[in-house]
Every structure is written in C-alpha cells, then in structure tokens.
C-alpha cells in the first residue's frame, strides 16, 4: 500500500460564538452606536441610541454624545464635558424584586477629578429599599452609592482601581436575598472588588428593589444642559450596556468580559 495515506482525523467540536440574547440572565441590552462587528443580525431588537431619529436618543444637541470608535473599530460614545446621555429603565427590565446587574465599558480620559459615570433613579417617594444608584469616581477610586430613601444610604468605596485613558469592564450586581452591604458586589475586568463602607445621611440597611422610576443618565447627575458632575471630554462609553435580572456566573462574566472588548 506505498503511496496510500490513510486519513482517520478526529472529529473536532465546533466553538460556538457567545450571543448575549441567549442568556436568560439578560433583560436589557444598550447599542451605543452600529458597527461591523455589531451582533445585530443575531439580535434586531438592539437599539441604535446614538441614531437621531430614534426615540430613544436624548435629541438635545448640547446633551448628546459624540459617535466615537475604540482602538478596535468598536462604537463607543464621546463626552464632551456637559453632555449627558439618557436611556429610559423600563418596567420591562426592572420586572424582578431582589436582582439587578448592569455591565458595560468605561474609558476615563483621566482619573484626577470627579465625575458621574452612571446615576439610575428607580425608587419613589419615601418608600425605603434600593431607591436610587449613583456610581461616579473620586481621582482613582469608584464610589457606588445604592440609596435607601432620597437622600439616606451607604457608600460602597474601592480604592484606586481605576486606571486613566484605559478602557474597564465594570458589572455591578445588585441581590437583596444575601442581606444588608452583601446585596452590593462590584466586579472590575472580571475581577470582584472588595468596598470599604461608609453610611450617607441616615444611611439604613440595603433591601428590596422599589418600582421602576425615572431614567438612567450615563456620564451625568442631571438630565440639562450644563449637568452636574459631567464626563470629563474626551472620557468614553461602549460598545454596549446591558443590564440583567439575575446574577451572572464566573463564566458569563468572562463571556460578557470577551464579547466586544474595546481597546
């Protein structure tokens, strides 16, 4: 049988593309911006937020943001220094009573001062629970603060984890089933953080999740024209947001980490 090669290669196990509509964790999914590497011939019901004839892009010229691109080719949006950017948090995402996560990307054009990076109203009135989520910076440290009331809550601090003209994979995970400052786990580039606590106000204990609320602004305080505690310009979001009604896995967080990964 000289000349005769006999080929027996073994059956190889196709790997298959992570496509987030597919996880059952996920109950909003943000598109900053379209893109060639966009996954919206799997997913046609992604937003294109920053298209001005969409409804829900914030159409207020001196409040919207720039379309911008990552080093990649991916979407992102650009501050400018006063516009803030809005995505209404519907009663179709916030459904559930003790889980809420959000995961996106994040690029500050540096971490010398202060700013919003995410402020979320949720709550009403004088009801107590998760009433409102502001995540801003102060220099290299991340401050989330969940409120119990209006004005009453605790502080998660993480101290210098933040890094400047670098992009970071930030999830914030919300549980009230485990009790008290455990509901608040904060993951950075996949990594958990651990907070040091401070009370604000009357402070309280976290709890339950209250009725959806008002919007969810990105890069401000205040959904004006000269918004407090703006992105700083040239400080960068994308190319997606999502936002989940149950707790991600190790390995969904890596899925999410590696899923158009801007750099």
């Known amino acids: 049988m000289s000349g005769l090669t006999l080929s027996l290669g073994t059956r190889q196990r196709r790997r298959r593309r992570f496509v987030p509509t597919q996880d059952s964790a996920l109950k909003g999914w943000l598109r900053l911006a379209a893109s ?9 019901s992604i937003v294109d937020v920053l298209n001005p004839g969409n409804p829900v892009t914030q159409v207020d010229t001196d409040r919207r943001c720039a379309v911008g691109s990552s080093a990649n080719g ?27 996560g959000f995961w996106f990307w994040w690029k500050p054009v540096n971490v010398a001062g202060s700013a919003r990076i995410l402020y979320l109203a949720i709550g009403t009135g004088a009801a107590t629970g998760f009433h409102k989520l502001d995540i801003s910076t102060n220099g290299d440290d991340l401050l989330v603060d969940v409120y119990i009331t209006n004005v009453n809550g605790r502080r998660a601090t993480y101290a210098n984890v933040l890094t400047a003209g670098a992009w970071q994979g930030l999830y914030i995970q919300y549980d009230s089933s485990r009790g008290g400052d455990a509901n608040l786990n904060t993951y950075r580039d996949k990594v ?46 994308g190319p997606n947001m999502f936002v989940f009604g149950d707790n991600l896995t190790a390995q969904q967080i890596a899925n999410y980490y590696d899923f158009e990964r801007p750099t």
């Open 192 to 237: 958990l953080l651990t907070p040091a606590w401070s009370s604000f106000g009357a402070g309280g204990t976290l709890g339950l999740l209250q009725s959806p609320g008002g919007n969810m602004l990105l890069g401000a305080v205040s959904n004006t024209d000269t918004p407090a505690a703006a992105q700083e310009e040239g400080s960068e979001f």
């Open 36 to 44: 060639d590497k966009s996954g919206g011939e799997w997913t046609p």
């Open 74 to 100: 991916l979407p992102t949006m650009v501050f400018d220094g006063t516009d803030v950017h809005v995505w209404p948090f519907s009663p179709t995402i916030n459904n559930m009573t003790t889980k809420l």
